[in-house]
């Protein structure tokens, strides 16, 4: 086998390394999707409606547009309920308790949808903040601000666990908020379409993820970082007892790192 076949293998192998332009449009509208989608969730709940009712808006957001099938599920989180993935017994506890958690003015909710779009995946997060908190609006902007900064510092010369350390010191010089780390949310995992052959069911790109084989960014992992990555570190108040991020797709490369959905959903 030449090495040009080699490549060409490589590449039908991991459509998460070696994207075509025509799967870097694919990826670039669902994301703009998930966006807009999410922001009509956000316009849609109202304060005074518990989580309990904002699961149901969400549903029927989904189902105003067609949308059936998930990267993964959809999670959605008020108030204390945007902790939800600081830790395995706070996600399991989640499950109860919905009604009881009520979006008041000046707090927050947290949407995490990963809708199909044209065939391909997205996976956004959006933390809205109803009414003023500076506080809270910290918490949500530094969020932003750091995830922002690992996506356009990212190269494909870097290994995974250089980029976690780098990404440590990020926190800590700039943060004022304690991170939280896998296995519940991890800062950053690989991303990409499932295998046509696939037929859709819950959690798929879970499942996809974990087939693909090193899917997470660890601090012990030599991977390199080519490739379409989704960067999502969870930035945590404890005093307050509230969580923010938000997520990019991005692909990553020798060059400028490709930053998905930056542009308004265009139908």
């Known amino acids: 086998m030449n090495a040009l076949t080699t ?6 192998k991991d459509p998460s390394r070696f994207p075509t332009d025509a799967d870097l449009i694919g990826y670039d509208r669902a994301q703009s999707f998930a966006k807009m989608i999410a922001g009509e969730i956000a316009a849609r709940v109202q304060p005074g409606m518990n989580e309990r009712d904002a699961v149901a808006t969400t549903a029927q957001v989904f189902k105003d547009h067609g949308i059936k099938d998930h990267w ?4 959605i989180g008020v108030a204390d309920g945007s902790t939800k993935f600081t830790s395995a017994g706070r996600l399991i506890k989640s499950v109860f308790g919905a009604r009881k958690r009520v979006l008041r003015d000046g707090d927050l909710i947290f949407i995490d949808i990963a809708p199909f779009f044209e065939g391909y995946p997205s996976d956004f997060t959006l933390t809205h903040l109803y009414g003023k908190n500076e506080r809270l609006q910290r918490l949500i902007d ?12 990212l190269r494909e010369d870097q290994h ?3 980029t976690w350390e780098w990404i ?38 879970t499942v996809h993820l974990f087939v693909m084989g090193a899917p997470i960014l660890l601090r012990s992992s030599k991977i390199n970082m080519r490739g ?16 923010a991020k938000t997520e990019e797709i991005v692909f990553v490369t020798g060059g400028e ?6 542009k308004p959903f265009a139908g």
């Open 257 to 262: 790192t490709l930053i998905f959905g930056e």
């Open 168 to 205: 440590k010191r990020e926190i800590e010089s700039s943060c004022a908020y304690d991170l939280r780390q896998f296995p519940i949310s991890p800062v950053a995992h690989r991303f990409a379409k499932v295998p046509e052959s696939w037929p859709y069911f819950r959690e798929i790109g």
């Open 228 to 243: 379409l990555w989704v960067i999502e570190p969870l930035l945590v108040d404890r005093e307050l007892d509230r969580a």
């Open 160 to 162: 995974a666990g250089q």
């Open 142 to 153: 530094c969020a932003l601000g750091l995830t922002r900064r690992i996506s356009t510092h």
């Open 72 to 75: 993964h599920m959809p999670v």
């Open 7 to 12: 490549s060409l293998a490589a590449r039908r």
